[in-house]
């Protein structure tokens, strides 16, 4: 008898707000057999998993997701692995594919792309990203502080649109106080910094202050930054950043 291949869509849920969720992502979690999350994203989808085996648990679990998800498609089931925002920016994709691998598996994977962070908070704050960017995200817990601040020094002196992932968490305070000194290396006191928590869902808080003053504003782990390059400025209060049409 032949086996039955299974398969894992590993989906980006978007930001949190369902109005925000790609119909690709919506139509792999309705066909799917199992569902396998982080319990806050899982939350989020509520309405939308009767009838399925639902698989959550808590941060920093991401590869035993990712071994099960696996090993429930090896057993011909149809697997959705969720993953917030896009699972290929700082999300789940990358891990369950290098499992994947690591396992010699033949399961089928599917990537189903969300909308970031990044784009979420630019729409809120006008139009930030308009010229080349970077995103850096200022967790060390799994990349060295040294190799963070070398990026931020280089995307500083490149004069790149700068956003921030995963700016500062309860236990991680001092980080995000070293990347203004030393994107101010680069940059003067006026730059436009948009600051937007729980961006295009419930309790969305959009903050338009400069790299000068940002440290003053509340800024915590559900929270993006973004600091514009030379040339952004502030209109009516949105950032723009020119892309350079001549008016
Ligand atoms: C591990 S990263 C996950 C990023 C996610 N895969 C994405 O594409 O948006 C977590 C960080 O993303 C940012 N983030 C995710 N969703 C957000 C939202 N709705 N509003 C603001 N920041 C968000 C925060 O900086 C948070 O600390």
Redesign the pocket.
Known sequence: MTKVKGRVAVV?L???DLDYMIPAVYKAIQGAEVVIGYKTYIDLIKPLLEGKQVINNGMRKEIERCQLAVEMAEEGKNVVLV??????????AGALLEVKEEKNSEIDVEILP?????S??AASLGAPLMHDFVVI?L?DLLTEWEVIKKRLYHAAAGDFVVA????K?MGRTTQIQEAVEILLRHRNEETPVGI??????HG?KVVVTTLGKMLKEEI??????IIGNSNTYIKNGKIITPRGYSL
């Open positions: 980006g978007g930001p949190g993953s917030s925002g896009d699972p290929g920016i700082y999300g789940m969300g909308i970031t962070a990044v979420g908070a995200s967790s921030l992932y995963n700016p968490s937007v928590k729980n961006a295009k869902r969305e915590d782990m559900t929270t993006v930054v």
